[in-house]
Nanobody, 118 residues
Framework: QVQLQESGPDLMKPSQTLSLTCTVS??????????WSWIRQPPGKGLEWIGY???????TVNASLNGRASIFRDTSKNHVTLQLTSVTPEDTAVYYC??????????WGQGTQVTVSS
């Protein structure tokens, strides 16, 4: 089972670009077993899927984010990165890196709190 660790800033100002990194251990991000997802949970709300990047590097993001989200990878570091541009207070949430394997979300990072406030 893979282990996932999110890292990045915990406080952002509106209009800035958020960049979060997921460090994967226990397997490579190019393993055909996995898709690497980002999911967030705003305070008092349910989980929201942001997007994923596949083992081949193909990414898909939630259209509700209006093109603000990008997911890419660094295979040399075994990292997956989420970028979210033009953040607003509505982007305040706990952000999770999650492995999709065998038709389920099999492994979760501990999550990282991001607060957007002026």
């Amino acid at each position: 089972q893979v282990q996932l660790q999110e890292s990045g800033p915990d406080l952002m100002k509106p209009s800035q670009t958020l960049s979060l990194t997921c460090t994967v251990s226990g397997d490579t991000i190019t393993s055909v077993r996995y898709y690497w997802s980002w999911i967030r949970q705003p305070p008092g709300k349910g989980l929201e899927w942001i997007g994923y990047i596949s083992y081949s590097g193909r990414s898909t993001v939630n259209a509700s984010l209006n093109g603000r989200a990008s997911i890419f990878r660094d295979t040399s570091k075994n990292h997956v990165t989420l970028q979210l541009t033009s953040v607003t207070p509505e982007d305040t949430a706990v952000y999770y890196c999650v492995a999709w394997e065998a038709y389920r979300f099999s492994s979760w990072g501990q999550g990282t709190q991001v607060t957007v406030s002026s």
